[in-house]
């Protein structure tokens, strides 16, 4: 089988951090932070960035910006992670689960129709591991309602669809930058929108409404600390500029692994659509065997991460804070987590790491009679 490319170059890291904790302290130093802007509007062409703390935080002010508030409801997929959820709620609105198709992992948009009220302000659509549903379908879909797009682009940074690429769909895209996401900072986000008016609201809200430079201008707002740190901003400069690298490395490790797994016993990888450009998050393969989810958690167990073996991923409307009864259950994406291991790389995952999954997998399910 043919080997990856090396792993793209760690050394400027230090280097960047050791750059920014030399001018530390500086009660008003953002020049990381502003230049890593920069950069992102060039990387993504964007015309504006707002680097956060978080991913979560990302989709906190942009939802915020686009005017999220008590009395709003937001439809969600229940294929996400609760961080998705969360900043909804936060903001007193009321996150309104929509179920995915099976076929695609697409938003199933008859369920989704049925769920817009005269309340639904916003969708945030996820582009979970990394896939992209159809742009031009959740457009027209927004914009026959009335409602406010914010992408949760959480783990997609380096896909597209339709020539769209991930979290430019709507008003904003929200990207995480949390270990374990292609470009990381160890914790960090950003938000990517074309609308300045979004971007100055998101910059106002992630620094307790202060407008630079500080003290220009009185606080008129109520908002939080959702700064990206300055070694971090360094960081996320410096691996952003290995961006393209770390993708290429991504999509050799996830192609490795999935080659290595062809013809494995109940086990089918999940196609793209022809027009999408997929970032290669996770490999993801259907599970066809009984009991599926525990198959997951077996192979965990063993040593080989996965969404939902370890980390328990299940639908965000059967959660403990959000299971009302109200509803019936979004059956689509119960199916698709309990059916799809998705596993978890990071750039570390060599050869020989993706051989000890791939030979873990291949004997377990010979073996899977649960
Ligand atoms: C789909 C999705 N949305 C939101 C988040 C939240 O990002 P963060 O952990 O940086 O707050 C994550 C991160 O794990 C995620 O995977």
Redesign the pocket.
């Known amino acids: 089988m043919t080997g990856l490319s090396p792993l793209p170059a760690v050394e400027g890291l230090g280097e960047s951090v050791l750059a920014a904790l030399a001018g530390m302290p500086d009660p008003a130093g953002a020049a990381h932070t502003s230049q890593f802007e920069q950069d992102l509007t060039e990387a993504f062409a964007s015309r504006n960035a707002v680097a956060v703390s978080?991913?979560?935080?990302a989709?906190h002010a942009a939802l915020a910006a686009a005017g999220v508030g008590p009395g709003d409801e937001v439809l969600v997929p229940a294929l996400?992670?609760v961080?998705?959820a969360a900043p909804v709620v936060q903001l007193g609105a009321t996150a309104v689960f929509v179920d995915s198709d099976p076929a695609n992992l697409d938003l199933d948009y008859t369920d989704a129709a049925a769920k817009v009220t005269d309340r639904t302000k916003a969708i945030v659509p996820?582009h979970?591991w990394g896939r992209m549903g159809d742009p031009a379908s959740l457009r027209v879909f927004a914009a026959e309602r009335g409602l406010t797009v914010i992408e949760?682009a959480?783990?997609a940074a380096g896909t597209s669809r339709a020539g769209v690429m991930a979290g430019a769909v709507g008003a904003a895209g929200c990207f995480?930058?949390?270990d374990g996401k292609i470009l990381w900072s160890g914790?960090?986000?950003f938000v990517l929108t074309e609308d300045p008016a979004l971007a100055a609201h998101a910059r106002a809200f992630r620094s307790h409404w202060l407008q630079p430079p500080p003290g220009s201008r009185p606080q008129e707002q109520l908002a939080l600390n959702g700064r990206l740190a300055e070694p971090l901003a360094a960081l996320a400069q410096a691996n952003l500029r290995r961006f393209p690298a770390l993708l290429e490395r991504r999509r050799a490790q996830t192609t490795y692994l999935l080659r290595a797994l062809d013809g494995v016993r109940g086990l089918t990888p999940l196609q793209t659509a022809t027009d999408e450009t997929w970032n290669h998050y996770a490999p993801l393969l259907h599970i066809g065997p009984p009991n599926p989810r525990a198959f997951a958690e077996h192979l965990a167990q063993l040593g080989v991460p996965s969404s939902t073996g370890t980390f328990r991923l299940v639908p965000c409307d059967t959660r403990p804070m959000f299971a009302s009864g109200d509803q019936a259950p979004c059956r689509g994406a119960a199916q698709i987590l309990d059916h799809t291991l998705a596993l978890v790389l990071t750039e570390h995952d060599d050869e020989a790491a993706l051989d000890r999954y791939a030979a873990v997998i291949t004997r377990e399910a010979a073996a899977w009679s649960e």
């Open positions: 978080s991913g979560t935080t989709l996400t992670v961080m998705t996820v979970l949760d959480a783990q995480s930058m949390k914790e960090g986000g």
